[in-house]
């Protein structure tokens, strides 16, 4: 099993969504954001990662399947969720 950062990695996305999280990524509050998104915070970022993850996969298929309930929007802030966490794995790294 591939750990959470090679996992967020490995992931390939438009540029499109990639770069709007970018943008929202500096504004990541993982208190409001983590519940609405996976319906808890799970406790450390891995754990989160691992989550967000799953949730995204969903996403993901139903925007390649030209589903009529995918929401870019929601998508968008999945991405800046991980961005956030992965963020978080790094900076726990340093120090």
């Known amino acids: 099993m591939q750990d959470p950062l090679s996992r967020i990695t490995a992931l390939k996305r438009p540029p499109l969504l990639v770069d709007a999280a970018r943008h929202g ?3 990541y509050d993982r208190t409001t954001l983590l519940p609405r998104l996976i319906g808890a915070c799970p406790g450390g970022p891995a754990r989160a990662v691992m989550a967000l993850l799953d949730r995204e996969s969903e996403i993901e298929a139903r925007r390649r399947s030209g589903s009529g309930d995918y929401r870019p929007a929601r998508h968008v802030e999945m991405i ?7 963020r978080l794995i790094r900076a726990a790294a340093l120090s």
């Open 25 to 27: 990524v500096d504004a």
């Open 80 to 86: 800046v969720a991980l961005m956030g966490e992965a």
